[in-house]
């Protein structure tokens, strides 16, 4: 075998070549400033979220602490694979190094982990505003919120302290192309000469335990919250707790259905061109519908952008 398609701890890394989207595309450059575009819609839709959050005495509350936590996760988990992937395009270059390629897999498997147990924390502030309304200021007071979200990044971490380093230390000898347009553990493992059964089996079993946590706490939140909501007399309460669950449930929708596709279902259902497809929907797509979801359909977060519009509009009037 070519000792060039030999990568191992052993021999010295050597560079990984992404075959990315622009590869699989009739128009590359199109679909590069497309990217582009979403990329920085991203930023700045997520960016003025949190400005908003932190700006307006209305939206300081824990839900919308949680909502600011959530953009946060979003804007560094899509600048941990589109700027990488939009500059090897300009550049001409495909190549990772081996190093690069592991922190991008960290970086990207402590955000999902954490975005995963995020989302489960906000169902819970959700059940307690809804079901427990007058212990709500005593049950998720700030020391709780911190608390919820400091977990929700240290177990994220988990699954990236976990899982990186048993994937970096595979030799990988078949070829230097993953299939992918990032070092997704998944399209790494397909390169590997060895035998991964045991550890794909133990990081289905990891992944199933790092989705089934969260789900249960969800289900068992929105079951708890319909179940009250059904009890309401009142028709402006019920439509009210059902628009700021409903923004929540589509969230979760997208982000989980995309992961268990990913992570969960056997290697016969995969092919790369799938995995790439369903890997844009959720690290490309999904954090700029976020702040749309959260922002749209939310009538504090559309009045308080509304105010500051005006402030900036009088401010502007006053220096002319």
């Given at each position: 075998?070519?000792?060039?398609?030999?990568?191992?701890?052993?021999?010295?890394w050597?560079?990984?070549?992404?075959?990315?989207?622009?590869?699989?595309?009739?128009?590359?450059?199109?679909?590069?400033?497309?990217?582009?575009v979403?990329?920085?819609?991203?930023?700045?839709?997520?960016?003025?979220?949190?400005?908003?959050?932190?700006?307006?005495?209305?939206?300081?509350?824990?839900?919308?602490?949680?909502?600011?936590?959530?953009?946060l996760?979003?804007?560094?988990?899509?600048?941990?694979?589109?700027?990488?992937?939009?500059?090897?395009?300009?550049?001409?270059?495909?190549?990772?190094?081996?190093p690069?390629?592991?922190?991008?897999?960290?970086?990207?498997?402590?955000?999902?982990?954490?975005?995963?147990?995020?989302?489960?924390a906000?169902a819970?502030?959700r059940?307690?505003?809804?079901c427990?309304?007058?212990?709500?200021?005593?049950?998720?007071?700030?020391?709780?919120?911190?608390?919820?979200?400091?977990?929700?990044?240290?177990?994220?971490?988990?699954?990236?302290?976990?899982?990186?380093?048993?994937?970096?230390?595979?030799?990988?000898?078949?070829?230097?192309e993953?299939?992918?347009?990032?070092?997704?553990?998944?399209?790494?493992?397909k390169?590997?000469?060895?035998?991964?059964?045991?550890?794909?089996?133990?990081?289905?079993?990891?992944?199933?335990?790092?989705?089934?946590?969260?789900?249960?706490?969800?289900?068992?939140?929105?079951?708890?919250?319909?179940?009250?909501?059904?009890?309401?007399?009142?028709?402006?309460?019920?439509?009210?707790?059902?628009?700021?669950?409903?923004s929540?449930?589509?969230?979760?929708?997208?982000?989980?259905?995309?992961a268990?596709?990913?992570?969960?279902?056997?290697?016969?259902?995969?092919?790369?061109?799938?995995?790439?497809?369903?890997?844009?929907?959720?690290?490309?797509?999904?954090?700029?519908?976020?702040?749309?979801?959260?922002?749209?359909?939310?009538?504090?977060?559309?009045?308080?952008?509304?105010k500051?519009?005006?402030?900036?509009?009088?401010?502007?009037?006053?220096?002319?």
């Open positions: 075998m070519d000792n060039t398609m030999w990568v191992t701890n052993n021999t010295g050597s560079d990984f070549i992404l075959v990315g989207l622009f590869s699989q595309s009739k128009h590359p450059a199109l679909l590069c400033v497309v990217i582009f979403v990329f920085l819609m991203t930023l700045f839709g997520n960016t003025i979220l949190i400005l908003l959050i932190y700006s307006d005495a209305h939206l300081n509350t824990p839900m919308y602490f949680f909502i600011s936590q959530l953009s996760m979003d804007m560094m988990y899509i600048s941990v694979t589109v700027p990488k992937m939009l500059m090897d395009q300009v550049m001409g270059v495909n190549k990772i190094s081996a690069e390629c592991g922190v991008q897999m960290f970086l990207y498997l402590t955000l999902v982990g954490s975005e995963f147990f995020l989302l489960a906000m819970y502030d059940y307690v505003a809804i427990h309304p007058l212990h709500y200021p005593i049950l998720m007071n700030h020391r709780m919120c911190l608390l919820l979200v400091s977990g929700c990044w240290f177990l994220g971490s988990v699954d990236g302290f976990m899982l990186t380093p048993v994937t970096m230390t595979f030799p990988f000898c078949r070829s230097q993953i299939h992918h347009f990032f070092c997704e553990v998944p399209a790494l493992m390169l590997s000469c060895s035998d991964t059964s045991l550890y794909e089996t133990l990081m289905y079993l990891c992944c199933v335990l790092m989705l089934l946590i969260p789900v249960i706490v969800i289900s068992s939140s929105y079951s708890f919250i319909l179940l009250t909501i059904y009890k309401m007399n009142s028709a402006e309460g019920r439509k009210k707790a059902f628009t700021t669950c409903a929540h449930m589509t969230v979760v929708i997208l982000f989980y259905g995309a268990v596709y990913t992570y969960m279902l056997p290697s016969s259902y995969h092919t790369p061109e799938k995995d790439m497809i369903v890997s844009v929907f959720y690290t490309i797509l999904t954090p700029v519908l976020n702040p749309i979801i959260y922002s749209l359909r939310n009538k504090d977060v559309t009045g308080a952008l509304k500051m519009l005006n402030v900036e509009s009088v401010f502007q009037e006053t220096i002319k």
